[in-house]
Nanobody, 123 residues
Framework: QVQLVESGGGLVQTGGSLRLSCAAS????????MAWIRQAPDKKREFVAA????????NYADFVNGRFTISRDNAKNMVYLQMNSLKPEDTAVYYC????????????????WGQGTQVTVSS
């Protein structure tokens, strides 16, 4: 098992930026594929972005449209999501998730999840 703790959420105005962080422990971080997944009120969880174990590959949901960047620092056991040009529809709880077998945009492939951090974008 891997423990994941998110931070960096908050309230921001439309067009603003936030940087989410996720601290991992309990497993060899450099062997994990990491993802950010979000859940808006009354909606299902949806994939946002994922990054490979070495950080050289990344996938993004279509709605990201160049606004978000996922990155990782294997020396610090951290993964980040830089979010720019935020919109009210980005309001959600953002979860950090991990698996140890592949880079995936299918949220069902991730078997370790954090508790989430709330992002609220005001109009």
């Amino acid at each position: 098992q891997v423990q994941l703790v998110e931070s960096g959420g908050g309230l921001v105005q439309t067009g603003g930026s936030l940087r989410l962080s996720c601290a991992a422990s309990g497993r060899t971080f450099s062997r994990l594929y990491m993802a950010w997944i979000r859940q808006a009120p009354d909606k299902k969880r949806e994939f946002v972005a994922a990054i490979s174990d070495r950080g050289n590959l990344a996938n993004y949901a279509d709605f990201v449209n160049g606004r978000f960047t996922i990155s990782r620092d294997n020396a610090k056991n951290m993964v980040y999501l830089q979010m720019n040009s935020l919109k009210p529809e980005d309001t959600a709880v953002y979860y950090c998730a991990a698996n140890d077998f592949k880079l995936s945009s299918d949220i069902n492939d991730y078997d370790n999840w954090g508790q989430g951090t709330q992002v609220t974008v005001s109009s």
